[in-house]
C-alpha cells in the first residue's frame, strides 16, 4: 500500500467513525432507554409509539421519550420497576389529556431559544395561532373533538413537511384536513359543509396539485391559514384570492362593484367564481346570455346590463378573429408554408385577449373596448399576412402543377413525333 | 450466339426503362408532394440568434421571436445572459423584464419569475422554460434544452 492510498484510506476512516457518531449515537442513546425498552416489550401493533416513533422526525433528531413525556429514562428496566423511570418527581408527565397536548407541544415549538438551536428556520407561532383558530377556540371551550397538533401531525410518527409521507407535506394537506372535514358524520353537529375536498378536487387549483403535482398551487391552508385555521370572513376573501391574484383584486377595489357588494355583503370573488369550486372561467360568464352572472343582478336597460353587453361583445369579437386567424394560419402551415412570423404575432393578439379578460374585473366597458380594440387590429394583421402567404403557396403550387402537364404533353408529343419518323425512316 | 445477343440487349433495354421509370418517379414525386403537401406542421425552431453583443445595456431584457413563441433574453446586472420562453405558465401572456425589481414579470396577473425562471409569486404555477445561452462571435445564441 503506498503512502498516499494509506492516507486515504485513514480519511475514509475518520469519516465513517464520524458518521457512525452523529447517527448512531442518538438512536443508541434512544433504543437503551428504559421508556423504549419496556415499551417495545409491552407493545405489539404496528402503530404503536415505539414502532412509529423510529421514522419520527424528533426521535432522528436525538429527542427521547423523556423529552417530551417527562421522567427518567436511565433506570426502571434494569431495576424491573417502571415506577422509577415514571417517577412525577423527575418531572413525568405521562399522556397528556387530549386539550393540553398544543400547550405540551408548545413547550419546545414556542421557546425561541430551543428552537434556534436546532431548527432556526421554523416559526415558533404555532401555539399563538393555534388559539386564535377556530379550533383552538372550541378546545378551549372544551370541545375534544376538534383538530389539535396531533390530529394534523400524529402523534408518534410525525415526519417533516417536506417529507411526502408527511400528512402536512403540500400535496396530502387537502385529505389532512379532509380526514374531519369530509366526515359527514363527524361534522354533523357543526352545521357545515362537508363538499369542500371534492370541491377543492375538480377545481383549478385542485386539479393543478394533483394531477400536475405544482407544489405551489393553493391548497386549504392557502387561504384559511393552517396553526390559525379559520373561515375567511367577508373582508378578508379578497386580500386571501389576491395573493396571488392581486392584479384582478386591485381591479374590483377600484371597480364600481366595490362599495355596493360591501354595503350588501356580497363576497367579492367567491360571488362569481365560487370558493372551493374555482373552475376555469369562461367568456359567457360576462355578458347577457343565460349562462351570465351580470344578469342575475342587472337587467335590460340599466348601466350595467348595458357595460355587461358591451363587454362580452367585445371580447367575443376579437375571440372569433382568434380563432379564425388559428385556423387560418393551421390551415397554410399544413401546406407546408413557413408562416411562423403570423403565428408569432398572433401571440400579440391573444395577449390583449387575455389582458381583455383581465380587466372585466374593473367592470368598466370602455377599458376592455379599447383593448380587444387593439386585439383585432393585431389579428385582422395576422390574417392578412397570412392569407397573403397562403394565396402565394397556392399560384406556386398552381403553377408548378401547370408547367409539369405541359411538361408531360410536351415529352408525349415529343415520344409520338420520333416514333413518326422513325416509321418514315424504316418505310 | 444470337441468342446470347438477343438476351444482352433485352437486360440491357430492360435496365434503361427500368431507370427512365425511376427518374420520372422521381421527379414527380417532389412536384406532387409540393402541390399536395404532407398533413402536418413545420418541425419546432431550437436554436436561434437572439440579439447581438452589445445590443442590451446590463439589466435589461428584449423578447425575441423563438419559432412561433416568444423569448425573453435577459442581461442581468452581473453580465450574465438568461434566457427562458417569455410565455408566462399561467395563462400564457408575454412576460417581460421589469429593471426596477431585476425580475420576469407578467402584467396580465403580476406573476414574477426570478432570473432563474422560478415563478415566485402571483398565479403562474410553474417556471419558465428555461433556454440555454452561447455567444459566439457578435451573435446571442439561444437554445431549447434537449432532453
Redesign the interface.
Given at each position: 500500500m503506498t503512502f498516499w492510498m494509506a492516507r486515504q484510506y485513514r480519511s475514509v476512516r475518520y469519516i465513517l467513525i464520524l458518521v457512525s457518531i452523529v447517527v448512531l449515537v442518538p438512536v443508541n442513546r434512544l433504543s437503551a432507554d428504559s421508556c423504549m425498552k419496556c415499551h417495545q416489550e409491552i407493545e405489539g401493533a404496528p402503530d404503536s409509539p415505539t414502532k412509529l416513533i423510529v421514522s419520527d422526525i424528533h426521535y432522528r433528531n436525538a429527542i427521547s421519550c423523556a423529552d417530551c413525556h417527562g421522567g427518567d429514562p436511565t433506570v426502571g428496566y434494569e431495576e424491573g420497576d417502571p415506577s422509577l423511570a415514571m417517577d412525577p418527581e423527575k418531572g413525568y408527565i405521562g399522556v397528556p389529556s387530549y386539550n393540553e397536548i398544543p400547550k405540551f407541544c408548545s413547550r419546545c415549538h414556542s421557546d425561541v431559544e430551543y428552537m434556534r438551536e436546532r431548527r432556526p428556520k421554523l416559526r415558533i407561532d404555532q401555539h399563538q395561532l393555534y388559539l386564535t383558530s377556530v379550533h383552538g377556540k372550541r378546545l378551549k371551550e372544551g370541545d375534544k373533538r376538534v383538530a389539535q397538533c396531533v390530529s394534523c401531525h400524529g402523534a408518534h410518527g410525525i415526519l417533516s413537511s417536506n417529507d411526502v409521507r408527511s400528512s402536512t407535506y403540500v400535496e396530502n394537506i387537502p385529505g389532512t384536513c379532509a380526514n374531519c372535514h369530509a366526515n359527514e358524520d363527524y361534522m354533523a353537529r357543526y352545521g357545515i359543509p362537508t363538499d369542500q375536498y371534492d370541491e377543492y378536487s375538480r377545481s383549478v387549483h385542485g386539479r393543478?396539485l394533483f394531477e400536475?403535482h405544482?407544489k405551489?398551487?393553493p391548497t386549504c391552508n392557502s387561504c384559511h391559514g393552517n396553526h390559525g385555521a379559520a373561515p375567511l370572513g367577508l373582508a378578508s376573501i379578497a386580500a386571501a384570492c389576491g395573493q396571488?391574484?392581486?392584479?384582478?383584486q386591485a381591479l374590483f377595489d377600484k371597480s364600481p362593484h366595490f362599495e355596493p357588494w360591501k354595503e350588501l355583503g356580497i363576497p367579492e370573488c367567491i360571488r362569481c367564481h365560487n370558493h372551493h369550486l374555482v373552475l376555469t372561467p369562461t367568456d359567457n360568464q360576462v355578458g347577457v346570455g343565460e349562462n351570465s352572472f351580470c344578469i342575475e343582478c342587472h337587467s335590460r336597460g340599466d348601466n350595467g346590463y348595458e357595460a355587461a353587453a358591451e363587454m362580452s361583445s367585445a371580447i367575443d369579437s376579437l375571440k372569433m378573429l382568434i380563432d379564425e386567424a388559428d385556423s387560418i394560419i393551421?390551415r397554410i402551415?399544413?401546406?407546408?408554408v413557413?408562416i411562423?412570423?403570423a403565428?408569432?404575432n398572433l401571440?400579440?393578439a391573444?395577449?390583449r385577449l387575455?389582458?381583455a379578460r383581465?380587466k372585466i374585473h374593473s367592470f368598466n366597458s370602455r377599458t376592455v373596448r379599447d383593448i380587444t380594440k387593439n386585439g383585432i387590429s393585431k389579428a385582422r394583421h395576422v390574417i392578412q399576412s397570412a392569407e397573403e402567404a397562403g394565396e402565394d403557396m397556392e399560384t406556386?403550387?398552381k403553377g408548378?402543377?401547370f408547367t409539369?402537364i405541359l411538361i408531360i404533353i410536351l415529352a408525349g408529343l415529343l415520344f409520338l413525333k420520333i416514333r413518326q419518323i422513325e416509321g418514315r425512316v424504316n418505310k | 450466339m444470337e441468342g446470347k445477343v438477343k438476351t444482352r440487349r433485352s437486360l440491357l433495354n430492360w435496365l434503361l426503362t427500368g431507370s427512365l421509370g425511376t427518374l420520372i418517379l422521381a421527379t414527380?414525386y417532389p412536384?406532387i408532394r409540393?402541390?399536395y403537401?404532407?398533413?402536418?406542421?413545420?418541425a419546432v425552431?431550437n436554436t436561434i440568434v437572439a440579439a447581438k453583443v452589445g445590443e442590451l445595456e446590463k439589466n435589461s431584457g428584449k423578447i425575441f421571436?423563438f419559432?412561433?413563441?416568444?423569448g425573453i433574453l435577459v442581461y442581468t446586472s452581473g453580465g450574465d445572459y438568461r434566457a427562458f420562453s417569455a410565455?408566462c405558465t399561467h395563462?400564457?401572456?408575454?412576460v417581460q423584464y421589469e429593471p426596477t425589481r431585476g425580475d420576469i414579470w407578467c402584467?396580465?396577473?403580476?406573476g414574477r419569475f426570478d432570473l432563474t425562471g422560478r415563478?415566485i409569486?402571483?398565479?403562474p404555477?410553474?417556471p419558465l422554460e428555461a433556454y440555454d445561452v452561447a455567444i459566439r462571435g457578435e451573435e446571442i445564441i439561444v437554445s431549447r434544452r434537449t432532453g
Open positions: 393543478l400536475k405544482e405551489s398551487a396571488c391574484h392581486g392584479i384582478n393551421r402551415e399544413m401546406s407546408g413557413d411562423e412570423t403565428r408569432y401571440t400579440e391573444t395577449d387575455i389582458e383581465n406556386k403550387q408548378l402543377l409539369s | 414527380i412536384i409540393f402541390i403537401p404532407p398533413d402536418k406542421p413545420e425552431r421571436k419559432g412561433t413563441k416568444p410565455v395563462l400564457q401572456c408575454t402584467a396580465c396577473h403580476n415563478n409569486s402571483g398565479p404555477p410553474s
